[in-house]
């Protein structure tokens, strides 16, 4: 299995990544912009940061943010961008194995874009799960399985390494994301395969193919 640990993230960060920071991550992940603009802002929890896009947009948007990551480098990149973004009073930064730590309390809204861990990914989402307060949401968008070949080109940071080549271990399809909620106690409000045109630094185009679950806790 691929080795998703804190040495391999925290080679993807160049030193002083917070220069040009707007020019190095995709636009806000699409997914989760629709959940959070349709829910009353509560608390967040950004699971996988990375440099804090998704984590600055939420907190722009009222939520009560917290970013999580094992990178310090991704994470000084991402408290730079909230201080740019005038929010750094609504957003908490914590660097975390996603495999070992626990939150001292629990999220409206959970998310995850495109998180890999040293542990198989439906064993990432379902520790997310337990994360998610009484009627909260779980997004989580991951990298769709392609049967015979990576699915991955890029991810929402712009490293080399991590964008040309993904591990089949880091890839997942709907059904086997949707497998991992107990019945009864989550309802799936959506499971769909999406394939996406976006923009990355450089003014290339590129596609990505994702697999998108997002579940409301019952109980």
Do not use: K
């Not at 603009?37 to 967040?44: C, F, H, L, V, W």
């Not at 949707?178 to 309802?187: H, Y």
């Amino acid at each position: 299995m691929h080795d998703f640990d804190q040495d391999y993230w925290e080679r993807q960060w160049p030193e002083g990544a917070s220069a040009g920071i707007n020019d190095r991550v995709l636009p806000v992940n699409p997914y989760l912009m629709e959940q959070a603009q349709s829910t009353t802002p509560a608390r967040a929890l950004d699971a996988g940061c990375g440099t804090g896009a998704e984590t600055v947009w939420l907190a722009s948007q009222g939520w009560q943010a917290t970013g999580a990551d094992i990178s310090a480098t991704a994470l000084a990149t991402a408290e730079a961008r909230a201080q740019d973004a005038g929010v750094a009073d609504r957003v908490s930064w914590v660097q975390a194995d996603l495999t070992t730590w626990e939150p001292d309390q629990q999220f409206d809204l959970v998310s995850t874009n495109y998180a890999h861990a040293s542990i198989p990914q439906l064993d990432l989402y379902q520790r997310l799960a337990r994360w998610v307060a009484s009627g909260g949401v779980l997004v989580i968008v991951g990298h769709l399985h392609q049967p015979g070949g990576h699915s991955h080109q890029q991810s929402h940071t712009t490293h080399a390494e991590h964008a040309q080549q993904h591990p089949e271990e880091a890839t997942v399809t709907v059904g086997s994301i949707v497998s991992t909620f107990e019945l009864g106690a989550w309802r799936i409000d959506s499971a769909q395969e999406h394939t996406r045109e976006v923009t990355v630094p450089g003014s290339r185009s590129t596609t990505l193919r994702d697999a998108v679950v997002v579940a409301t806790r019952l109980g």
